[in-house]
């Protein structure tokens, strides 16, 4: 065992070396050699070490170099050294996090970083919350509170009746919510188009001037962090439009960091006068995959929508259990590489590596559009959308660059502008891979016909 895990740190320790030379995408050569993992199935044993080398051998080389420092897309973060590390410990440990009897030092490892999250995104403390595996789940996860609450109210246990014949929920969400979000309603039963939605102003933000009057239950869904522009909706008028009685729920998978910056914090003014929120660990906080949180101020709420009880399970505990606040009762313990990112950087290392990400994203802005190139979106957060002429010639400059390897970006659409897509979310990223990354968009959008 231990000559075995010192063989993977040295393999991977030399992978993510290796990532600062490499082109950032694989080489299809290398993806086109995965058929090598692809026989058979063993019929005897295998010696570890083999195991492990053929993994590197025809692994490594066809990822994507998501972990290295020039990946800018989608909103990918990377994962922070003392948080990987953690991860590694914790998968040394093997705890299945269900029970504070059973994984004592998992469940206070969750609840003391639940306790720090709520401090450093300043949002209210007695919130309850749940490690899950991404913004997807979480977005599932508090709605599924916010429906116990909502029905609850008007006398609807929802948990144990479902929703045949249950008193409709009025389910308002902006028109740029994000598809997770729309499928989370759908799989809770609430409809993916049953839904009202509030058209989007220029950079995606809910218009407030035209939302829906509303009465009766209602579950109204905001976003702090659009996937294309990074626009926040304005949730304190949100608020105060829909007033108290409604349950507000903001998905901020990425957004929702910009309240552990100073400098970013006003973007996302009054999102504390939410009733569940939805973010993401693996973004913006860079631990590894797969890690999101789901917060519900009314930590009842949560339970009653996720919590079980079995004779043959160690439920009671004075301490909290994981599983009462997820959907999982078996799973990995998330916290402890959420516990270790926060320990590691602190309040001002968060507030640092937000705040670098969103000035190295106006610096990205800046020289392109010093290049001559259109900007499309104000660039208030992380993400910055670039159109180079028309779509063909936006799409064969994405192209050029995904095949030049310095950086991988993306594309998207948006309001039918064709747009690459910069975003800047990983804590490996220097200012000198920026200048390094926009010297090659420059070189290869001039070069690109
Ligand atoms: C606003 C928003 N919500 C939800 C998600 C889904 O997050 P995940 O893929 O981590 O589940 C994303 C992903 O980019 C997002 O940007």
């Given amino acids: 065992m231990h000559a075995l895990l010192q063989d993977v740190a040295a393999r991977a320790s030399a992978y993510l070396q290796g990532l600062q030379q490499r082109k950032v995408a694989p080489d299809p050569a ?63 440990w093997d705890q299945n996090s269900g029970f504070y009897n059973i994984t004592p ?78 499928k989370s309603l759908g799989m809770l039963g609430l409809g993916r188009s049953r839904v009202a939605r509030v058209p989007a102003d220029a950079q995606g933000r809910m218009r407030i001037d ?53 400098s970013r914090a006003g973007l996302v003014d009054g999102v504390d006068s939410a009733d569940s929120w939805a973010t993401d660990a693996h973004k913006w906080l860079n631990v590894p995959y797969d890690s999101g949180l789901a917060f519900v101020r009314d930590a009842h709420a ?9 004779e043959y399970l160690p439920t009671d505990s004075a ?13 990995r313990a998330r916290g402890v590489d959420v516990w270790a990112a926060l ?22 802005g800046a020289a392109l559009s010093e290049a001559g190139f259109e900007v499309l979106n104000e660039i208030a957060l992380n993400q910055v959308l670039v159109a180079f002429g028309d779509a063909a010639r936006t799409q064969r400059v994405i192209a050029a660059l995904q095949a030049d390897g310095t950086c991988w970006c993306g594309g998207t659409v948006w309001q039918g502008r064709s747009a690459m897509r910069i975003s800047v979310s990983s804590w490996a990223t220097t200012d000198e891979d920026v200048e390094r990354s926009i010297a090659a968009m420059i070189r290869v959008a001039n070069a690109t016909p």
């Fill in 30 to 92: 290398a993806v086109a050699a995965l058929d090598a993992l692809d026989g058979a199935l063993p019929e005897t044993p295998a010696e570890t070490h083999e195991v492990l080398a053929e993994l590197d051998r025809y692994g490594s080389p066809a990822t994507m170099a998501m972990a290295g420092p020039r990946f800018y897309g989608f909103v990918i973060g990377g994962a922070l050294p003392v948080a990987l590390a953690a991860n590694w410990l914790a998968s040394a």
């Fill in 105 to 182: 030092v998992t469940a206070r490892l969750e609840q003391t970083a639940l306790r720090w999250l709520l401090e450093i995104l300043d949002l209210p403390r007695g919130c309850g919350g749940a490690f899950v595996t991404g913004a997807n789940v979480a977005n599932f996860v508090a709605l599924a509170a916010a429906r116990h609450a909502v029905l609850d109210r008007v006398g609807w246990k929802v948990e144990a009746d479902g929703l045949f014949g249950a008193p409709p929920i009025t389910v308002i969400v902006g028109a740029e919510a994000h598809p997770t979000l729309i």
């Fill in 210 to 262: 035209a939302m829906p009057r509303i009465s009766g239950p209602t579950i109204i869904c905001v976003q702090v962090g659009n996937v294309n522009t990074g626009a926040c909706d304005a949730v304190a008028q949100v608020r105060e439009r829909v007033g108290a009685d409604a349950w507000l729920h903001v998905d901020g998978a990425f957004g929702l960091w910009a309240r552990a910056a100073p």
């Fill in 302 to 310: 949560l339970s009653a929508a996720m919590a079980i009880t079995a």
């Fill in 319 to 331: 301490w909290r259990n994981p599983s009462d606040f997820t959907p999982e009762l078996s799973r």
């Fill in 343 to 364: 320990r590691g950087l602190g309040r001002s290392g968060v507030a640092e590596m937000i705040e670098r990400n969103c000035r190295q994203a106006r610096r990205f």
